[in-house]
């Protein structure tokens, strides 16, 4: 198993700097809708698109041309009814809700609650803005992390879905520094790693950084 440190410092080596989600409430939702099953390249393509409508304000999104916004929308791959759908119905709750970020800024526990009146936004999805955009040193393990992780041999794997986010919640609470910004780096390169390279169904061991100290890989490439 690769010292936790060693894997982060490979991984930093192989992809060179990330660009975190930003650091809005909205704009980190809107990030979150882009972000639903795809690719990083793709979802960064039709967050530039909606840039350039411009639609990253809940106003702009709300009273953009429902063309313009599937244009830039389907940038980021499958799902396109869903994604539009979600842009205008979060669009919806931040203008009925204008104090929504200020809540989820102020407290995670509160913010928490707040976000559940955004769609298509799950766990891993509501922690993350709580991380990047409320500025809170909250965990978030979605299941590219997971993967990446258990493959590693830092957690057994397991049948149970939910159980297995703990394991690997509870590793990384070990791993990591309880300090923000190394939260939020660890977690994104992790993050990555399982978008990129260590995909569910045909993961990229040949090319992988980590694959040396890695037992999935090394059975996989043996």
Same mark, same amino acid.
């Given at each position: ?6 894997? %982060? ?6 992809? &060179? ?117 409320? &500025? ?16 590693? &041999? ?17 590793? %990384? ?50």
């Amino acid at each position: 198993m690769l010292p936790f440190d060693d894997l %982060l410092q490979r991984l930093r080596d192989f992809y &060179g700097p990330l660009t975190p989600p930003p650091h809005d409430v909205f704009g980190c939702y809107v990030w979150e809708v882009m972000n639903f099953h795809a690719a990083p390249a793709k979802r960064d393509a039709a967050i530039a698109g909606l840039r350039r409508i411009p639609a990253l304000t809940p106003d702009a999104i709300w009273k953009a041309p429902l063309g313009k916004l599937e244009a830039a929308t389907v940038l980021a791959g499958p799902y396109l009814d869903e994604r539009v759908r979600a842009l205008r119905a979060g669009a919806d709750v931040f203008r009925r809700q204008p104090h929504l970020s200020t809540t989820v800024t102020r407290s995670a526990l509160s913010g928490r609650r707040a976000l559940r009146a955004l769609p298509q936004l799950g766990d891993a999805a509501a922690y993350r803005v709580l991380l990047y955009a409320g &500025g809170h040193p909250v965990m978030p393990i979605d299941p590219n992390t997971t993967r990446v992780i258990t493959r590693l &041999g830092y957690v057994p794997p397991s049948s149970h879905g939910r159980e297995q986010l703990r394991r690997v919640r509870r590793a %990384l609470s070990r791993l990591i520094s309880r300090q923000l910004e190394t939260i939020g780096r660890s977690i994104l390169l992790l993050e990555h790693h399982g978008q990129a390279t260590c995909l569910e169904y045909d993961p990229h061991c040949h090319i992988c950084p980590l694959r040396g100290g890695c037992p999935t890989g090394q059975q996989r490439e043996g």
